[in-house]
């Protein structure tokens, strides 16, 4: 009960995904096809908030809700971020959907989403596996 809060903020998070289309597939092949700027524009945006964000936060030496300071640590960068990114890409480009949308998109009635959610989850078990293994 005491995580309603989350599952909350998840719901309002799919209603706004599904009201600003960002979950329709015609919206995500126009992306792909280079036929809209529109889901550019979502992207675009998002990341400057972030950017944004991690900015304020690095500035103000901001803290959780704990008193926790927000260790904000630098990622290296490996050839792996070429092959995942490639890969991730491919998977949005076929099936229209990124991980963030697929549950606003079952939720909203496209249940043939659900083998994209289940590949999605398979390949994240598969990368778990693999982990060692993998350039990084």
């Not at 936060?57 to 704990?66: A, F």
């Not at 083998?115 to 693999?130: D, E, F, I, M, Q």
């Amino acid at each position: 009960m005491k995580d309603i809060k989350y599952a909350i903020v998840g719901i309002m998070f799919g209603i706004v995904f599904v009201k600003a289309e960002i979950i329709s597939w015609f919206r995500i092949q126009e992306m792909f096809h280079l036929h809209s700027f529109f889901m550019y524009g979502v992207i675009g945006s998002a990341v400057m908030v972030g950017m944004l964000s991690i900015f304020i936060i690095k500035k103000l030496k901001m803290k959780t809700i704990d008193g926790v300071p927000i260790a904000l640590e630098d990622k290296k960068y490996h050839k792996g971020l070429i092959f995942g990114g490639l890969i991730f890409g491919f998977g949005w480009a076929i099936t229209g959907a990124c991980p963030g949308p697929l549950y606003a998109q079952i939720g909203s009635g496209f249940t043939i989403v659900i083998v994209t959610l289940l590949s999605a989850t398979a390949g994240t078990w598969v990368y778990g596996k693999l982990q060692d293994k993998l350039p990084h």
